[in-house]
């Protein structure tokens, strides 16, 4: 097996892991069996399992942040890339909403390495929304107000997206729908 495929089997062993039972209730044992890896490949990889929680951040919120860049380059009106980057995050939530728990609830008491780079991931995700932002304004599309408020009241309605996936059961399309809506309502021209 080449040393790619290794770590991302490690990786994804880890995140059903982290999802279903929490980060501390996972111990490396359990991650070694899941991945069915050795414990010496394990440690190749990863220093502990903090280092691997938090490559393993990286990794999801890496993609979910590729999708909004993708979106970000696209040549349509920015309506549509506010509407396509909540059903990015509606879908994720749909999907993940257990792993979406572990890493922002957990990763957040779990060290302060860890709580810096999620703030690191919050940042870009605040930036590169409000340059979308900024284009709508441009377009007469949204009201000149603060971006940075703007970007994070809009990326603020994702933070409901889990609980309203599993408890009301939404449609991707319809929670990410009412929520751009809702945010242009506000900011909307």
Not at 11 to 30: K, P, Q, V, W
Not at 161 to 170: L, T
């Amino acid at each position: 097996m080449a040393k790619v495929e290794t770590k991302t089997e490690i990786i994804e062993a880890a995140m059903e892991l982290f999802a279903s039972n929490g980060y501390y209730e996972t111990t490396m044992s359990d991650i070694v069996e899941a991945s069915n890896t050795s414990k010496g490949t394990l440690y190749y990889y990863f220093e502990n399992k903090l280092e691997l929680f938090e490559t393993m951040i990286n990794n999801v919120i890496g993609r979910i942040y590729d999708q909004y860049e993708e979106i970000a380059e696209l040549d349509v009106d920015v309506t549509e890339k506010l509407g396509r980057m909540l059903r990015v995050h509606a879908e994720f939530y749909k999907d993940n909403y257990e792993l979406a728990y572990t890493i922002f609830m957990e990763g957040q008491k779990i060290d302060l390495n860890c709580k810096q780079e999620l703030w690191k991931w919050k940042e870009k995700f605040n930036k590169i929304v409000g340059d979308v932002m900024t284009e709508g304004i441009r377009q007469g599309i949204l009201k000149d107000r603060d971006i940075r408020l703007m970007s994070h009241s809009f990326l603020g309605l994702t933070n409901s997206f889990g609980p309203a996936m599993i408890e009301d059961s939404f449609e991707v399309k319809e929670l990410a729908d009412y929520s751009l809506e809702l945010f242009l309502e506000g900011v909307g021209v």
